[in-house]
């Protein structure tokens, strides 16, 4: 059966793999002191243009956003999540593990809106109740909604405003800014946010996120925090190999877009038969509702999540493509469901 | 400049690598759901002969001795460690930041005695002190030295009659196994402890480490540790795959064994010099002590550490050797030495 | 001015001043080992008719909330509360300090009932969200409403059901369990929670709260927790002595009974002026909805909190009574109120 | 019997427990923000002479401890502590529970020295270790020595060229200051300490000490700290009396003079009878070097610590004097031991 439950069910991008065996011999340092990882940071610094940024190779996103996170905070401040962020609900409570409240508030479509942010600075104003101190958001965010450059900008000013901290999950971030309608490059995320991380799990890399630290006061000491944590990697050239490879020739974007283009390729299907759909989403993320039986019969091709209830009848269903998705799947899928 | 500052330097097995290439563009469950994550943990059960244990893959040393720990101890509770173990010099306070303190012990050259935990014990007996709960030790400990099965065998005693955890880092196990004069087997490990781990970044793996858990009692929900702590990896199928290697055709203890015998081959040529050592390790750390103006000479052409001054013109120094370790480096090492 | 703010305004009722003064030269141990917290505690058992509960005097509500919740929670455990919660809204992030989330569920008039608490478990089934294990209510709750004797079982027989530790803050127990309407006893509290504590700091006492643990699992060890956490007073007899007092001849439910009548008292006079009221409580807060402009006429003769604006001309201020509130500040409050 | 045992075991001054009473029944703000306790603040403040420090009065040793040492360091920073130091030894590990290692050096008769602190920094090079960041001592020492001023100029000379925080406990601060030889005023331990505490459980009052943090960096948001930890008490005047009592006319030091000179009176009845002492403490702590069977016969007596076994026949007891100690009862126990 062919599985769109997510964008990790393969391995790696095949010039993943063969830059790990041709560099498979040669000696490197020890924990992200290699030269892959060196090279690595320095094209990702280019891609951003500003060299003044730190740069730190993570395993995975919960990992990065603990880590991060920890790291920014006070113990008495807290971060403020829409209720569908990642930090929110899938995380096993890891944030709150590192001692900081994350206060949910109503997303629109996924994101978060400065007016929901001030809401929640109005009712935290002395030692009684925690201190906001960050936002995070998640571009796409966990519904496949993104924002545009707009929007990412008015949230950078009300946070420079409020002396809050913007930070960014980028799991998917390369399927958001492969989405031209966003005006929005790698170079903004930097610009807008305090700090953000490139998602490589999703996009091609058998793990590994880019933390990208913008703002000077967060960046002190930052490897203590990932060996504190136990995430710096003995091998880190496992991770810098990866984003070295992903950020040569464009490969990153090209691997984002392929996700992109199938995603299409299912709506466009989808819309044919008149389907409709729980949010309309861009990115590699396609929730379209259906109806259980026709659901029930495509669990014996397909394996994918039954995202919501929508009513006795009806459920919208998730459709994850990625790097690795086949054109053939796609329509595999679309024909099936024709019939 | 060849390196044997650590087992570390290079990639990984090719076996291993070649594992990924095979697997690569087949679709699996994430999380650790994956078919070759389920092959190796029953690969390793039946080696060990207990099929009642429960066994995760974490990616490292560190990481593993953190989630661990932490979800072993109740708040209150410490760990006992020798003052040369892992956990109490080397990972940054992370064993404190999950809460517990580490109570420190003077090793016999590196490892943990009964009595001394018992003096431990003797000054621990009211809630105005840590609770001494769990006992940490290393094997090979960090100074290269084993513990025999008599001697583990002790410790397990011990720990049971005081009702303590006893817990070993493995992150170089092999090497310890492989030394036929510790009559010690991974079935013995697991036996004489409540939990350990089996060491793979050190021992041919890109990153890796099986962490065993016998004790019952400690077993539970261990996975919502695993993911709290942000090391519940997405494509869980790279750990998986590495460890299904390493277990077949008896791979792991293969590369352990020649990562001793390199060892060995430096000791000998060392001896053959009359050169001293800072302590009589038999796995793949060595530790001799030279003359400063010698180490000036050697660290021109070889890469390791300094490890402890001696006296005004001596210091001992630590090569480790691995899995990927070349004959020819050694004699190199032993050439330039007679130099 | 005289102040309705809240029920801590005062010092301590004079029989425990007194109590104080008799017992202030004679020798006790240190660490709640003395001879007051003994009686105190005896005292309380006696009165809930069960010799088998722990009972643990400890400095204030928060303080207790943070060591219990942090006591009876592993790591990756949750607990639920009302949004309108003490330590979902008041206590800086206390709990999420101890490293444990709180989710937070709609409140049925400050009270929680096990419908929301299923919705709850319904979508917190696996290791990628935390599991809810704890469900925390208050009573009275922040909003003055109190549990009956059928509600409470109710919960306690989901909490069971359900796995869950049912805990309960009662700061202002003492006002909930003197409404005759509310068939509630302190046994009752016993019997359906699995630990609740008895508020002195809000009933008459300078500080203390008694902590009662019914549930055996929970009990073990737990004066390591207060002395990890800083609440062991050195002279733990202040904490008996004001208890010993509290639950002799009655005191502890005269002083909540008076606070309870001039809240009534209070009530009554404002609806005879047909004032209405933000919500129906029968305890020691009072919520009458009044225009702005009286509000403020009446802050220059009075304290108090300003709770919640309910359109352009009219907010609900909390008024809070306490054994120490003078029947004449109430019948002033209401003479002011009738011009 | 009458109790050498420690410094609480009565409860407070008579002074103190007057100005209860007389305050008791007036309205005061909750939380710290009373008349009370601004006014202790301010007595403290022209005492030392120093209007630009930040004051807050906490309920114990540990929970202040745990509070200022919690707040002032980040995650991966530890502190450095005498091997006899409280924190170290006496806490239940409390401070590894707010996250943070407690390096233990060798101490000089209880006291730290700049030369051991060295030792610890040279081997605290890099992310793989915690990075020492906080000097913690007490004054007087867990074994009642004392800090000459030159001594801890010396150390504090010695913090601020290395970047440390020097962090005070003075729980028995007053008999330390009241050791003319000393040469040491409480203005003396705010210019030499970032930050300390000045003791008021174990000098006449029922509970309370009073933080005084002097370094710029370490006041933001401190009352966020000690709410988060459950230590902001709602009757805060409970603190503030005490201290405004302390601080009037004198007390502070009389009490702490009374103390010192019953155990000069102590010690000075040991010396006739030839006695040794485990060590040499000019303050309310005395550490007489008895046989077993000497011990014995005043333990029918008196109550004491035995402190430390020195041979087969002799042992150190501890003897604790008070403001409240009654110089009848030191000459009954030098009476006793006569016979």
């Keep these: 059966m062919y599985s769109f439950k997510n964008d990790y069910s393969e391995g790696a991008h095949p010039k993943i793999l063969n830059a790990l065996i041709v560099s498979n011999m040669t000696q490197e340092k020890g924990y992200g002191n290699d030269t892959h990882t060196n090279n690595a940071i320095s094209k990702i610094k280019n891609l951003i243009g500003n060299k003044d940024i730190d740069i730190h190779l993570i395993s995975g996103g919960t990992q ?12 008495y401040e807290a971060c403020i999540s829409a209720n569908t962020g990642h930090i929110a609900v899938n995380e096993t409570g ?42 995070y958001i998640s571009n796409p965010t966990e519904l496949g909604t993104i924002y545009t450059k707009e ?39 930097c610009n807008f946010t ?3 991380f490139i998602g490589g799990t999703k996009n091609g890399a058998l793990l590994g996120e880019a933390l990208v630290i913008r703002n000077e006061n ?5 490897r203590y925090h ?29 691997l984002a877009n392929h996700a992109n283009e199938m995603a299409n390729l299912l709506t466009e299907g989808l819309k044919e038969l008149n389907c409709k759909f729980l949010i309309d989403s861009p990115t590699n993320q396609v929730f379209p509702i259906l109806e259980n039986k ?46």
Excluded at 218 to 222: A, H, R, S, W, Y
Excluded at 296 to 302: A, C, I, P, S
């Design 194 to 196: 305090d700090a953000f």
């Design 226 to 254: 990932i060996k504190q944590k136990g995430a710096l990697l003995a091998k880190g050239r496992l991770l810098g190999i990866q984003f070295e490879e992903l950020f040569k020739d464009n490969l990153y974007f090209e």
């Design 294 to 339: 026709v659901i029930e019969k495509l669990e014996k091709k397909f394996i994918f999540y039954i995202w919501e209830k929508i009513d006795d009848t009806h459920s919208a269903i998730r459709l994850v493509t990625s790097w690795a998705t086949k054109k053939e799947a796609v329509l595999a899928f679309i024909h099936e469901l024709k019939k």
């Design 94 to 135: 890891a944030i709150e593990y590192t001692g900081h409240k994350v206060i949910t508030i109503d997303s629109n479509a996924g994101k978060v809106i400065p007016q929901k942010i001030q809401e929640v600075l109005d009712v935290h104003t002395n030692e009684h109740v925690v201190k906001p101190k960050l936002v």
């Design 151 to 189: 929007e990412i900008k008015a949230l950078s000013n009300f946070c420079k405003s409020n002396d809050l901290i913007l930070y960014a999950d980028g799991a998917r971030l390369g399927s958001a800014l492969c989405i031209k309608e966003s005006y929005l490059t790698l170079s903004d995320m």
């Design 64 to 75: 990065t956003n603990l880590i991060a996170i920890g790291a920014f905070l006070k113990p």
């Design 218 to 222: 967060l960046k002190e000491n930052f």
